[in-house]
């Protein structure tokens, strides 16, 4: 027998569903969105822009070192996290989180009569609290103030996507039967029904320069089509131009009736993708370890699938196959227990860990990757010991058969963070390891030095080595964009120039 399954969506603007220009139709002709580039990457020097603002200064100076992504087109920390900041205000959690917003953030802040509180959810390891942005008293859609505070009421992360400096008209030039005509423009099936909301809504649209507002309609059609499945579109209709702005079938249909699907598992984490003065990324994690009822590794996009359908238990750990994160000279990497469903499940490190231990295991990961594709050769393929924090110095890093990077100091950041670094240290081993497998022996410091400086420079392609090294300057350790230094002419009373670290 052949039935249909009907899966409704979740969520509108689903991030992966087809996009296409503004105005135009896609997919099958009846879809419309105003969403042009919904794969941009941060930009670095608009982010290092918003970064060094008097606004954003001002609040590391008080509060200590947080990372930041900044919504490029308003302006606002759109996700940021950092070291914990306590709130000095009794009350529920609605009440601490805009005692925070108005105290902390009050620079980025909009009118609070602006500020509407959605709800809060008391999590296991932290709270969450949202608010969205209001207008002349209309919604911004889109619009979201979370936070996240734990249960000993610090903040923990919070994203400011709000808006400001909107100048909209609020009362709107077409009535909800303008709009609902137009809503059902270019639709293709029969429809059945149409409704619309009415509470309008403000749409912020990114355009190239900044964001234009909207007054919008929100309607939602009903459709069937002729093999009887239904549509449900939900649409934006401009409450002064009649343009429809969006429009997406809530009803995604798939024939005839599939088994389960496999477990699909997508590991990531967010991470410095090259170093601390670059924005921060979230990343796939490559060869972590899974395991259920035996352990194996997710491909090098982080990516597994495992056969049979879920739910089963995992343990996914940052014990990878090329790569063990610990913490101080620790014994456990850190590790995330879950249920796995059929189907795609996305795991994310950044709520059982920190930017550090995602930053260095990547990079160990990544030279080990590039050592191998370079020169064919398997003496690398260890796990290589990530030892992230080491109290007891700082500004340094060194090889000892694990690679070992020092804790953040007043001078230097935590050194994990700089993936120069990790090349670095992993060349030592490299040194170490693969002369060994050749029975031979590599014993010149200096030399050393030079070849795991190349590991750096062979992945970055920059002859700057260590940029984000130091808190006060975004200047590496060393440089190789001068003269070459050349053996026997260029002995300097000792063997050759010696480096550090
Ligand atoms: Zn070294």
Request: charged fraction near 20%.
């Given at each position: 027998?052949?039935?249909?399954?009907?899966?409704?969506?979740a969520?509108?603007?689903?991030?992966?569903?087809?996009?296409?220009?503004?105005?135009?139709?896609?997919n099958?002709?009846?879809?419309?969105?105003?969403?042009?580039?919904?794969?941009?990457?941060?930009?670095?020097?608009?982010?290092?822009?918003?970064?060094?603002?008097?606004?954003?200064?001002?609040?590391?100076?008080?509060?200590?070192?947080?990372?930041?992504?900044?919504?490029?087109?308003?302006?606002?920390?759109?996700?940021?996290?950092?070291?914990?900041?306590?709130?000095?205000?009794?009350?529920?959690?609605?009440?601490?989180?805009?005692?925070?917003?108005?105290?902390?953030?009050?620079?980025?802040?909009?009118a609070?009569n602006?500020?509407?509180?959605?709800g809060?959810?008391?999590?296991?390891?932290?709270?969450?609290?949202?608010?969205?942005?209001?207008?002349?008293?209309?919604?911004?859609?889109?619009?979201?103030?979370?936070?996240?505070?734990?249960?000993?009421?610090?903040?923990?992360?919070?994203?400011?996507?709000?808006?400001?400096d909107?100048?909209?008209?609020?009362?709107?030039?077409?009535?909800?039967?303008?709009?609902?005509?137009?809503?059902?423009?270019?639709l293709?099936?029969?429809?059945?029904?149409?409704?619309?909301?009415?509470?309008?809504?403000?749409?912020?649209?990114?355009?190239?320069?900044?964001?234009?507002h909207?007054?919008?309609?929100?309607?939602?059609?009903?459709?069937t089509?002729?093999d009887?499945?239904?549509?449900?579109?939900?649409?934006?209709?401009?409450?002064?131009?009649?343009?429809?702005?969006?429009r997406?079938?809530?009803?995604?249909?798939?024939?005839p009736?599939?088994?389960?699907?496999?477990?699909?598992?997508?590991?990531?984490?967010?991470?410095?993708p090259?170093h601390?003065?670059?924005?921060?990324?979230?990343?796939?994690?490559?060869?972590?370890?899974?395991?259920?009822?035996?352990?194996?590794?997710?491909?090098?996009?982080?990516?597994?699938?495992?056969?049979?359908?879920?739910?089963?238990?995992a343990?996914?750990?940052?014990?990878?196959?090329w790569?063990?994160?610990?913490?101080?000279?620790?014994?456990?990497?850190?590790?995330?227990?879950?249920?796995l469903?059929?189907?795609?499940?996305?795991?994310?490190?950044?709520?059982?860990?920190?930017?550090?231990?995602?930053?260095?295991?990547?990079?160990?990961?990544?030279?080990?990757?590039?050592?191998?594709?370079?020169?064919?050769?398997?003496v690398?393929?260890?796990?290589?010991?990530?030892?992230?924090?080491?109290a007891?110095?700082?500004?340094?890093?060194?090889?000892?058969?694990?690679?070992?990077?020092?804790?953040?100091?007043?001078?230097?950041?935590?050194?994990?963070?700089?993936?120069?670094?990790?090349?670095?240290?992993?060349?030592?081993g490299?040194?170490y390891?693969?002369?060994?497998?050749?029975?031979?022996?590599?014993?010149?410091?200096?030399?050393?030095?030079?070849?795991?400086?190349?590991?750096a420079?062979?992945?970055?392609?920059?002859?700057?080595?260590?940029?984000?090294?130091?808190?006060?300057?975004?200047?590496?350790?060393?440089?190789?964009?001068?003269?070459?230094?050349?053996?026997?002419?260029?002995?300097?009373?000792?063997?050759?120039?010696k480096?550090?670290?």
């Open positions: 027998m052949k039935t249909t399954i009907l899966l409704f969506t969520l509108l603007f689903v991030a992966g569903s087809a996009i296409a220009g503004n105005g135009s139709y896609a099958n002709g009846e879809e419309i969105t105003f969403i042009k580039n919904n794969k941009k990457l941060p930009d670095q020097y608009v982010q290092r822009y918003f970064r060094s603002s008097d606004v954003w200064k001002k609040f590391t100076l008080k509060n200590g070192k947080w990372y930041v992504e900044f919504d490029e087109l308003s302006g606002s920390p759109h996700r940021a996290f950092g070291k914990p900041i306590a709130i000095n205000a009794a009350g529920n959690l609605q009440t601490k989180a805009l005692h925070f917003l108005n105290t902390e953030l009050k620079d980025y802040m909009i609070a602006d500020i509407h509180f959605v809060s959810t008391v999590g296991e390891k932290l709270n969450y609290v949202n608010f969205v942005q209001y207008h002349k008293g209309k919604e911004v859609l889109f619009s979201s103030l979370t936070l996240r505070i734990s249960h000993n009421d610090k903040v923990m992360m919070f994203g400011l996507d709000i808006y400001k909107m100048d909209i008209n609020v009362n709107p030039a077409l009535s909800p039967q303008d709009a609902m005509s137009k809503a059902v423009q270019g293709v099936s029969k429809i059945v029904n149409t409704g619309y909301n009415k509470e309008l809504k403000i749409l912020p649209i990114p355009e190239e320069d900044g964001y234009v909207r007054l919008v309609y929100e309607v939602t059609v009903h459709t089509n002729v009887r499945i239904p549509g449900k579109y939900y649409t934006l209709i401009d409450a002064h131009t009649g343009e429809i702005v969006y997406q079938n809530q009803v995604l249909s798939c024939t009736p599939q088994p389960p699907p496999p477990i699909n598992i997508q590991v990531q984490g967010t991470l410095f090259t601390p003065y670059d924005p921060f990324a979230v990343i796939p994690l490559p060869y972590v370890k899974v395991t259920t009822t035996s352990s194996v590794y997710t491909d090098d996009q982080g990516q597994l699938i495992l056969a049979g359908a879920g739910p089963v238990s343990t996914i750990s940052l014990e990878g196959r790569c063990k994160v610990v913490f101080d000279n620790g014994t456990v990497a850190p590790s995330i227990t879950t249920i469903n059929s189907g795609s499940n996305t795991i994310d490190f950044d709520s059982v860990t920190d930017i550090k231990h995602l930053t260095a295991y990547y990079h160990i990961t990544k030279v080990h990757d590039y050592f191998k594709a370079k020169t064919g050769l398997t690398m393929d260890i796990q290589m010991i990530a030892n992230v924090d080491v007891g110095s700082s500004c340094n890093a060194y090889y000892n058969g694990d690679c070992n990077f020092y804790a953040e100091s007043s001078t230097c950041n935590s050194i994990a963070l700089v993936g120069d670094v990790a090349y670095h240290e992993y060349g030592h490299i040194n390891e693969a002369y060994q497998a050749y029975g031979a022996n590599f014993s010149s410091g200096s030399l050393g030095e030079g070849y795991s400086d190349l590991w420079m062979g992945i970055t392609e920059v002859p700057e080595i260590g940029i984000g090294f130091y808190k006060m300057s975004q200047n590496g350790i060393r440089s190789y964009s001068g003269a070459p230094k050349v053996y026997p002419d260029d002995i300097t009373g000792q063997v050759l120039e480096y550090k670290p």
